[in-house]
Nanobody, 128 residues
Framework: QLRLVESGGGLVQPGGSLRLSCTASGFTLRHYSIAWFRQATGKEREGLSCISSSGEFSIYADSVKGRFTMSRDGGKNMEYLEMSNLKPEDTAVYYC?????????????????????WGQGTQVTVSS
């Protein structure tokens, strides 16, 4: 069974940092395009960042560019989202997603329609 599990969320003060982890089971993450999305209460889901299966192509949304960084540990079959300079508006449930669609081979984008595996999400709250 293919599964993604996020961890690392929590409460952090404005300006602080967190690292979210995404663990895959049942498949090898580095063979898939991976992305992070978030959804705040009462708001639409937002694509934050993605990386292609080869790791050569990545995208960051303007809202997180320069503050969030994706990384991969192929040996552990894990992806990470390093978040710094967090702001109250970053408060949301964060999702790790993967795409097995052929059209996403060595590509990625921030459209949730293009990802068919989703984790359960982890809550990030930025508040003083």
């Amino acid at each position: 069974q293919l599964r993604l599990v996020e961890s690392g969320g929590g409460l952090v003060q404005p300006g602080g940092s967190l690292r979210l982890s995404c663990t895959a089971s049942g498949f090898t993450l580095r063979h898939y395009s991976i992305a992070w999305f978030r959804q705040a209460t009462g708001k639409e889901r937002e694509g934050l960042s993605c990386i292609s299966s080869s790791g050569e192509f990545s995208i960051y949304a303007d809202s997180v560019k320069g503050r969030f960084t994706m990384s991969r540990d192929g040996g552990k079959n894990m992806e990470y989202l390093e978040m710094s300079n967090l702001k109250p508006e970053d408060t949301a449930v964060y999702y790790c997603v993967a795409s097995s669609y052929r059209k996403m081979d060595n590509l990625c984008d921030l459209s949730d329609d293009n990802y068919n595996y989703w984790g359960q999400g982890t809550q990030v709250t930025v508040s003083s």
